[in-house]
């Protein structure tokens, strides 16, 4: 279980930065913005590069090795916790609930399991400590201790066992809807994972239905679950008094067109057609935006390429939606704003200009090679 011969990691390095530290300061710089790059590069880095532990192949063994180290310092009177800061470096640490992890910290003494899971989470150098200290606490964890996990939470690798953590927690509702605003990447899915099993929470309902994709291709993983469980279908008609609402259906949507089975595809989304036909009415409403323009066309460009099957319709709505969307595309400030967009070299602008469908024919965007003459359409 411990890493081949030649492959295991190095030890600590002599940066003795927590990484608690350094997820807090990275966050006092921006308090309401996901890390960035999810907080790395970490302050152990140098420590896990190359080829880590091998995976146990029973994965009934995974937490074995860490848990018998915990085991190991709880039968006898402990000295303190920094006994442990190098304990779990070298072996396979699970990032995600483990219920060896768990049982050690149970059959322990709670007020001992709590110190010292706080101080493997506040005071350790490296991730494996931590994690092990984080898995602890999403078992003898309290309310106190919400401040801490959500802020290493922040640190993209431990956002499962901070979700985990925080989930079982009084009042871990509103942390888990604090964390789910600031982290992105696996870290978003592994937050929202947890939100879509508190769905009864009208506030976590609102949350999903608001803020869950980011426009981040991992959105593929939960789009369409968050459809499901928070009722999209059921919620329309508050599409047409909030934009923040429109505009994060329009990134849900497209997640859904093609997820490679990542997710749930919207040609296995019951309500496809009435989503979308309440999507582009809402839409046709705003004022227009590159990013509303970029999501916007990407769904007439799914209803454009795909069979209705794929699409989710049957062939009357698919062909009465992408009407509707090719209608908003070539409005007149609908046109200019992508124009300028494709001018400031936009990334989803210049997606389009380079891989839309050659059946997607936009009036903001020359015509690609060998359709028309390569020019900007000025009448449809």
Not at 168 to 183: H, T
Not at 230 to 250: I, K, N, Q, W
């Amino acid at each position: 279980m411990s890493g081949t011969p030649g492959t295991a990691w190095p030890g600590p390095t002599t940066n003795k930065t927590p990484l608690f530290k350094h997820a807090l300061r990275l966050h006092r710089q921006n308090p309401d913005e996901p890390l960035w790059r999810g907080g790395r590069p970490y302050p152990d880095e140098a420590s896990h590069r190359g080829l880590g532990p091998e995976t146990p192949l029973d994965r009934h063994l995974i937490g074995i090795e860490p848990a018998s180290v915990l085991n190991a310092y709880f039968a006898r009177p402990p000295a303190h916790p920094r006994e442990l800061a190098d304990a779990f470096h070298g072996l396979y640490i699970p990032y995600h609930r483990n219920e060896h992890l768990s049982a050690a910290a149970l059959r322990a003494d709670g007020d001992l399991a709590r110190r010292t899971a706080r101080w493997l989470v506040r005071h350790g150098t490296d991730r494996c400590v931590v994690a092990v200290g984080l898995a602890m606490l999403a078992a003898v964890g309290t309310a106190e201790d919400i401040p801490l996990i959500r802020t290493i939470g922040l640190l993209e690798c431990f956002g499962a066992l901070a979700a985990d953590a925080l989930e079982r927690l009084p009042g871990g509702v509103d942390a888990l809807l604090w964390l789910g605003d600031r982290v992105t990447g696996w870290g978003r899915v592994d937050v929202v994972g947890n939100l879509c099993r508190l769905d009864d929470a009208p506030a976590v309902r609102r949350w999903l239905l608001r803020g869950a994709c980011e426009g981040h291709y991992l959105d593929r993983y939960f789009a369409g679950k968050v459809a499901t469980v928070a009722g999209l279908h059921e919620a329309l008609r508050e599409l047409a008094t909030d934009s923040v609402m429109v505009d994060h259906v329009g990134r849900l949507l497209h997640a859904m067109c093609d997820c490679l089975s990542m997710g749930m595809q919207l040609s296995h989304y019951p309500h496809t057609a009435v989503v979308l036909e309440a999507h582009v009415r809402a839409a046709s409403t705003l004022s227009p935006t590159v990013e509303r323009y970029f999501t916007n066309a990407l769904l007439a460009q799914h209803l454009t390429a795909k069979s209705p099957e794929d699409a989710g319709c049957t062939a009357e709505q698919q062909a009465a939606l992408r009407t509707s969307y090719l209608s908003l595309l070539d409005r007149d400030e609908w046109v200019r704003v992508a124009v300028e967009g494709l001018a400031a070299e936009h990334d989803g602008m210049r997606w389009l200009a380079d891989h839309r469908a050659p059946e997607l024919r936009l009036r903001a965007f020359p015509d690609p090679p060998g359709h028309g003459d390569g020019r900007p359409r000025t009448e449809q």
